[in-house]
């Protein structure tokens, strides 16, 4: 519908009471929310109880990493080039920000996917050095120049502290930028494209 869903958000959290914000990402992971939800489904339907709510949430999540796929090729797309043969630098490898944690990250099957999809994977994680499978890389700046998209799929506080956005802008000013955090500042990248979660 063309609506930012992060300005949705900002207004709802103006409501003075009983709200909690729950923001758009690249997919939930870890020991315990992609795995715990289904074995109370399956307790609740031994009991006769239908909790279709939990089969829906764990649909839409097993989905988003899919649904970035789609917004990279996009992204590219726009710039006239395929995801085939594509460089694409993935920040983030564990399933939640500054830890070092990689069980039922979804950056794996977005990884996985990208691959399958021919596209050349780069990945820079400051707290692990696991890939899925992709190129790893500790040069943070050479990664940033020499590739066609960047994807922030993990919003570590690291990353600001680099000053990711600036080396952006600095190194690779043509590149096209994924953001599924809302992390990055869109008027300091404005001269790239910018494309995040939830604007559409």
């Not at 690249?26 to 089969?55: Q, S």
């Not at 120049?145 to 922030?152: F, H, Q, T, Y």
């Not at 690291?158 to 080396?167: A, C, G, R, T, V």
Request: hydrophobic residues 40%.
């Amino acid at each position: 519908m063309g609506i930012d869903t992060w300005e949705v958000i900002r207004a709802a959290s103006t409501k003075p009471y009983a709200f909690m914000a729950h923001y758009p990402s690249l997919g939930v992971g870890g020991p315990c929310i992609p795995l715990n939800p289904f074995y109370l489904h399956y307790k609740a339907k031994l009991a006769g109880v239908d909790t279709r709510f939990i089969l829906l949430a764990g649909e839409i999540t097993r989905s988003m990493p899919f649904h970035v796929v789609t917004l990279i090729r996009d992204a590219l797309n726009l710039r006239g080039k395929n995801l085939r043969g594509s460089r694409i630098l993935v920040l983030g490898a564990t399933y939640k920000k500054n830890i070092p944690d990689i069980r039922e990250s979804p950056s794996k099957t977005l990884v996985g996917e990208l691959l399958k999809s021919g596209a050349k994977v780069a990945i820079y994680d400051p707290f692990v050095k696991e890939t899925f499978g992709a190129q790893s890389t500790d040069n943070l700046e050479g990664a940033i120049r020499g590739n066609d998209c960047i994807v922030l799929a993990v919003d570590h506080d690291k990353f600001k502290d680099q000053n990711i956005e600036s080396l952006i802008v600095k190194l690779n000013p043509n590149v096209c930028v994924v953001d599924t955090k809302n992390f990055f500042n869109s008027s300091l990248l404005k001269k790239v494209y910018y494309k995040c979660l939830g604007k559409g």
